[in-house]
């Protein structure tokens, strides 16, 4: 995975990059290799070892579903999003879209701090 700054930024990246992965889903079947590069040609380097229990855990939440398709003369296991993956991504674009916003506001949004009670104490 990308390191930026001598940081491993890899549990901020994963949520992006299960969502880059399902919107690649939702266009056309996509297969490991075939991710693994599409992720890097963004900057991310992903691993088999990473990518394969990502695609297993969307799929048994029901985002993907895959079926063993044969390419080239082998055998290979491919990904497609399902209606609930495509809900998914389709709300993942607004709050996406809204974070996006936030995070290039030249000066951010207050955080609403908690009420005191009139002992002043945070309710």
């Given amino acids: 995975m990308a390191d930026v700054n001598g940081l491993d930024e890899k549990d901020l990246y994963a949520g992006l990059i299960k969502l880059h992965i ?47 398709e044969s390419m080239d003369g082998r055998r290979r296991r491919v990904y497609t999003a399902t209606a609930l993956g495509k809900r998914a991504l389709t709300a993942a674009k607004l709050k996406v879209s809204e974070l996006f916003g936030e995070l290039f506001e030249e000066e951010p949004t207050k955080i609403p701090r908690p009420k005191e009670n009139r002992h002043g104490r945070r309710k």
């Fill in 22 to 68: 399902l919107y690649h889903a939702v266009h056309e079947p996509i297969f490991g290799l075939g991710i693994i590069e599409e992720l890097a040609r963004h900057g991310y380097r992903i691993s088999a070892g990473t990518l394969y229990p990502m695609l297993h855990g969307m799929e048994r939440r029901g985002y993907v579903q895959s079926r063993d």
